[in-house]
């Protein structure tokens, strides 16, 4: 019966908006999964997604955009947007940025735009797949535990503490945004 709802959440983890950060916690909740089964189907899930980016993404985008004018357009754009918002965090720390990038589990830092930057900056697969996946696997961890410390703060302090700090953190999300813009 678990491999069923694990593959569920393999899946969720394949998604581009989901990734962990919403797999884990699904597999837990939703489908009352144990919490090591949510994390090994999610982890697997989403380096699957990642292998498959770092595989054909290449050879996907040469094809269309000879092909498709939509595609070459979206290319173009992928590449400036992608080289404009980490050119100088790769030549900071260099492809070892990649894991670190990865683990830490916030909107836009998954596997999927670590797929993205590994295929814009010419990052070799060897190099691109065991980084991303050493980051896959911290931000796993992270997300569990930050689902665990959710229910246990939900448990013994109600669903409005949960609900709380959530807006808290994203005051303090603003707040970091605002006073130290890009």
Do not use: C
Not at 13 to 35: C, F, N, V, W
Not at 134 to 156: H, P, R, Y
Request: aromatic share 20%; net charge positive.
């Amino acid at each position: 019966m678990e491999f069923a709802e694990g593959f569920k959440v393999f899946l969720w983890a394949m998604t581009p908006l989901g990734e962990l950060r919403a797999a884990i916690p699904l597999g837990i909740t939703l489908y009352k999964m144990s919490p090591i089964s949510a994390y090994f189907f999610a982890v697997l899930g989403n380096l699957a997604a990642v292998f498959l980016l770092l595989t054909f993404l290449r050879s996907f985008a040469k094809w269309s955009s000879k092909k498709i004018y939509f595609f070459n357009r979206f290319f173009v754009w992928l590449f400036s947007q992608t080289k404009n918002n980490h050119q100088d965090k790769l030549e900071k720390y260099g492809v070892y940025f990649l894991p670190l990038f990865v683990a830490i589990p916030l909107p836009a830092t998954g596997g999927w735009t670590a797929a993205f930057i590994a295929f814009v900056f010419g990052i070799p697969f060897k190099k691109a797949f065991p980084l991303i996946a050493l980051g896959v696997a911290l931000a796993g961890l992270i997300v569990l535990a930050l689902t665990k410390a959710g229910f246990a703060l939900e448990k013994n302090f109600g669903w409005q503490a949960l609900v709380g700090l959530l807006l808290l953190s994203l005051f303090i999300y603003w707040l970091y945004k605002k006073l130290w813009p890009r």
